[in-house]
Nanobody, 126 residues
Framework: QVQLVESGGGLVQAGGSLRLSCAAS????????MAWFRQAPGKEREFVAT????????YTADSVKGRFTISRDNAKNTVYLQMNSLKPEDTAIYYC???????????????????WGQGTQVTVSS
C-alpha cells in the first residue's frame, strides 16, 4: 500500500506561484510513475502532468505547458508540481496519483492510477 499526502495549496493572485508537494509513505515511490490531476467545481478530473519513475521523462497537459513543472525526489519519496503564472482557470483541487505500470498513453487517464492522495485546494484570484 502507498499513502499519498498533498500539501502546498492555497490562495494566490493571478500571476503568482505555488509549489505542491506529494509525500508518500508505506512504500518507496522509486518504481512508480507519478502524476498530478486536478478537478474544478462542476468539472471532471483532468490530467495535469506525469513523470516516470526515474524522473528522466515528463509530460504536461497543453493547458499548463510552459507554466507547470513536475519533478520528483525519490530519496525524499516526494513528487512536486511547480506552478507559475497561475490563472483563475487553474483553480481546482489538485491530486497526486501513483501507478506501477501503464503506458505513456495510459498515464493520461485517471483510471490507470492505483493510489491517490486526498487532494489540496488551489484557488487563484483575478
Amino acid at each position: 500500500q502507498v499513502q499519498l499526502v498533498e500539501s502546498g495549496g492555497g490562495l494566490v493572485q493571478a500571476g503568482g506561484s505555488l509549489r505542491l508537494s506529494c509525500a508518500a509513505s508505506g512504500r518507496t515511490l522509486s518504481r512508480y510513475r507519478m502524476a498530478w490531476f486536478r478537478q474544478a467545481p462542476g468539472k471532471e478530473r483532468e490530467f495535469v502532468a506525469t513523470i516516470i519513475w526515474s524522473g528522466s521523462s515528463t509530460y504536461t497537459a497543453d493547458s499548463v505547458k510552459g507554466r507547470f513543472t513536475i519533478s520528483r525526489d525519490n530519496a525524499k519519496n516526494t513528487v512536486y508540481l511547480q506552478m507559475n503564472s497561475l490563472k483563475p482557470e487553474d483553480t481546482a483541487i489538485y491530486y497526486c496519483a501513483a501507478t506501477l505500470g501503464t503506458s505513456f498513453s495510459g498515464s493520461l487517464y485517471d483510471y490507470n492510477y492505483n493510489y491517490w492522495g486526498q487532494g489540496t485546494q488551489v484557488t487563484v484570484s483575478s
